[in-house]
């Protein structure tokens, strides 16, 4: 796939300059077998990347295994759930459900727990374990 990436309001302000370039990169792709794009900031600034952009930060650190044990035992044993009610199953206290949180976020960036991602994450996310589906 080739994907051209542009700004809407440049693509209007320069159609015509840009429209014989598009015309030959599909070309292009098409001479190789690939499916030729145009995208704008539309398609690309979505909740989708909200979310990833949310996630990134809780990528970078391992997920304390203990945590990640009572987390994932819980949400075997609760099936599809939301994201509160998961850390309340877990923990009484708010400062051991707060303490969780890293670990579950880690968790559902690396889809060892899934969710909708075109859909804002949060407390009330539905959330569940991707192999029990």
Not at 1 to 15: F, I, N, P, Q, T
Not at 73 to 96: F, H, I, K, M, P
């Amino acid at each position: 796939m080739l994907v051209d990436v542009k700004y809407r309001s440049h693509l209007a302000k320069h159609w015509e300059v840009l429209k014989p370039r598009f015309k030959a990169a599909l070309q292009y792709a098409k001479a190789r077998g690939w499916i030729y794009r145009i995208k704008t900031e539309t398609e690309i600034r979505t909740t989708y990347l909200q979310n990833a952009r949310f996630l990134l930060p809780f990528l970078r650190c391992a997920p304390d295994p203990v945590h990640e044990a009572i987390i994932m035992g819980r949400l075997e044993s609760l099936g599809t759930t939301t994201v509160e009610r998961l850390l309340s199953a877990c923990a009484s206290d708010e400062w051991n459900r707060a303490m969780l949180i890293p670990t579950l976020w880690c968790l559902v960036g690396r889809r060892n727990i899934a969710t909708s991602l075109d859909e804002p994450i949060g407390l009330g996310s539905p959330i569940w374990d991707p192999l029990s589906v």
